[in-house]
């Protein structure tokens, strides 16, 4: 039976998914590594969140955020308009499917970040994803590379950076293990962020090939 067919997109969407706890920052390195839509225009990093929050000063509504009101963002949810959603502080934030459709009217690719279980929703022949697990090294690679580094942790309250704890090596390598096994049919890459420089390029290698040659998908897909 033929399962999949080689195909050449040039509208497909690029969900990066994270190696780590799913209620929030974990820091195995994403934002570090989405630096690398700097090199590349046709890549659109932007998250396109929704919010309920209120509008800072310095803010702008569809720069930042676009921002709703509580009632219009629940009644988009009951309508399947989010990809993903969550609540944060008593405010909604989530990515929209117009958002990642008017990228793909662009003919630009979809750089977006999201939990692992929101990848079977995406894997459809309209976005036809390719999708990159951002895996932890051992934690011996975690305690020697992020020694200077710090994260963010969901628990801290004014969300301040600090220092990476040994709790957090542990989390982040539990869950990437996690999701490894729940998940690991829907990845089509997997890269172990140890070294930065030789992480990055590695995705810079894989966004390369993906722009020149074709790569498989299901056969259903390109039949529909
Ligand atoms: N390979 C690496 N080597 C050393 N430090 C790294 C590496 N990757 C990321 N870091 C550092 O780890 C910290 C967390 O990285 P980053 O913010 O990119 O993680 P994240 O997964 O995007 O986190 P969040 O879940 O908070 O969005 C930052 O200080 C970053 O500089």
Redesign the pocket.
């Known amino acids: 039976m033929l399962w999949g067919v080689k195909c050449r997109t040039t509208a497909a969407a690029f969900p990066l998914v994270?190696?780590?706890v799913t209620e929030?920052?974990?820091?195995?390195?994403?934002?570090?590594?989405?630096i690398v839509d700097q090199r590349y225009p046709a890549l659109w990093c932007h998250r396109y969140l929704h919010t309920t929050r209120a509008r800072r000063s310095q803010e702008s509504d569809g720069v930042e955020y676009t921002f709703i009101s509580k009632h219009l963002f629940e009644t988009d949810v009951q309508n399947n308009k989010f990809i993903e959603y969550g609540e944060y502080k008593n405010n909604y934030y989530g990515t929209s499917v117009d958002s990642v459709r008017s990228v793909l009217a662009k003919n630009k690719v979809c750089l977006l970040?999201i939990q692992p279980h929101t990848v079977k929703h995406l894997r459809t022949s309209e976005f036809k994803p390719y999708v990159i697990f951002?895996k932890p090294?051992s934690i011996e690679r975690l305690r020697e590379?992020?020694?200077?580094?710090?994260?963010?942790s969901?628990k801290d309250e004014k969300g301040a950076?600090k220092p990476?704890s040994e709790e957090d090596f542990q989390e982040m390598i539990k869950s990437g293990q996690i999701m490894e096994v729940q998940y690991g049919h829907l990845f089509d890459k997997v890269i172990v962020?140890?070294?930065?420089?030789?992480?990055?390029n590695e995705l810079k290698t894989t966004f390369d090939k993906l722009e020149r040659e074709a790569f498989w998908v299901p056969v259903s897909w390109v039949h529909s």
């Open positions: 994270r190696g780590g929030g920052p974990v820091g195995v390195g994403l934002n570090e590594l989405k970040d951002i090294p590379t992020r020694k200077n580094a710090k994260i963010i969901s950076a990476f962020n140890d070294d930065l420089t030789t992480a990055y």
